[in-house]
C-alpha cells in the first residue's frame, strides 16, 4: 500500500513568491491534516479536513495561506506571498474518522526554504 | 509555558542501554496519548498509543501515563543503533483529533 505521498520534497522561492505543495493520502482515508513543523519542533496543525469540508483551520494564517481538498482526496496547501518565517517542513498526515489506536499516518514532507 | 514539554537532547546512549524518554503537559483533559518516531528528513511514524493512565508494552517499547502527575514516558530497552531518530509525544483530549505535539528529544544510540 502507498503511504502518503507528497510533492515536491523539497523548495526554495525567494519571499513574497507564491508556493504550492500537494499531498495524495492513503486511499480511503477520509481524514487529511496539514502540518508545519519549524526546526527542532514538533508538527503544529494547520488544517484538517474531514472528505472535502475544512473542519478545523483555526491556526491557518489566512491572509497568506490557503488549502483545497478536492473531491475529498488530493489537497493542496498554498502560501501567497511566502515570507522568512514560513521556511519550515510541510507535512501531510491521513487517517480514517476516527483513526485506529490513534495514529495518523504523515508523509515524509515538503521542505521549504525562503530566502 | 508550553502545553506540551520533552526534555529537549539530544541524548547519546550506547547500544544495549535502557532509554526513558518523557513529556509532561499542562493541560489535565488530555486522555490520549502517543509516541511517534522521526527519522531524518522523514515524517513521523506512530509507536505507541495509549488511553488514560497505565502502561503499554509493545516489543522493546513500553509507554507510560501518569495523569495525576501529568507525565508520560517512552522506555526504549535494548536500544539499537537504528532507534537513533527523534522521538515525538502527542497527546489530545478529542479522541483522534487536535492532538498537541511536543518539540521531540533527538536520540543516538551508539555502536
Known amino acids: 500500500e502507498a503511504g502518503v505521498v507528497q510533492s515536491p520534497r523539497y523548495k526554495i522561492i525567494e519571499k513574497k513568491q507564491p508556493v504550492a505543495f500537494w499531498c495524495n493520502p492513503i486511499?480511503?482515508?477520509?481524514?487529511l491534516y496539514w502540518y508545519r513543523q519549524n526546526l527542532g519542533q514538533g508538527p503544529e496543525l494547520l488544517i484538517r479536513?474531514?472528505?472535502?469540508?475544512?473542519?478545523?483551520d483555526s491556526q491557518l494564517p489566512k491572509d497568506r495561506f490557503s488549502a483545497e481538498r478536492l473531491k475529498g482526496v488530493d489537497s493542496t496547501l498554498k502560501i501567497q506571498p511566502a515570507e522568512l518565517g514560513d521556511s519550515a517542513v510541510y507535512l501531510c498526515?491521513?487517517?480514517?474518522?476516527?483513526?485506529?489506536?490513534?495514529?495518523?499516518?504523515f508523509g515524509s514532507g515538503t521542505r521549504l526554504t525562503v530566502v | 509555558q508550553k502545553e506540551v514539554e520533552q526534555d529537549p537532547g539530544p541524548l547519546s546512549v550506547p547500544e544495549g542501554a535502557i532509554v526513558s524518554l518523557n513529556c509532561t503537559y499542562s493541560?489535565?483533559?488530555?486522555?490520549?496519548f502517543m509516541w511517534y518516531r522521526q527519522y531524518s528528513r522523514k515524517g513521523p511514524e506512530l509507536l505507541m498509543y495509549?488511553?488514560?493512565?497505565g502502561n503499554k508494552e509493545d516489543g522493546r517499547f513500553t509507554a507510560q501515563v501518569d495523569k495525576s502527575s501529568k507525565y508520560i514516558s517512552l522506555f526504549i530497552r535494548d536500544s539499537q543503533p537504528s532507534d537513533s531518530a527523534t522521538y515525538l509525544c502527542?497527546?489530545?483530549?478529542?479522541?483522534?483529533?487536535?492532538?498537541?505535539f511536543g518539540p521531540g528529544t533527538r536520540l543516538s544510540v551508539l555502536p
Open positions: 498526515a491521513s487517517s480514517l474518522n476516527p483513526p485506529p489506536a490513534g495514529g495518523y499516518t
Open positions: 486511499s480511503g482515508h477520509n481524514t
Open positions: 479536513y474531514e472528505n472535502e469540508e475544512a473542519v478545523d
Open positions: 493541560n489535565s483533559a488530555f486522555q490520549y
Open positions: 495509549t488511553y488514560s493512565s
Open positions: 502527542a497527546m489530545s483530549s478529542d479522541y483522534g483529533q487536535n492532538f498537541v
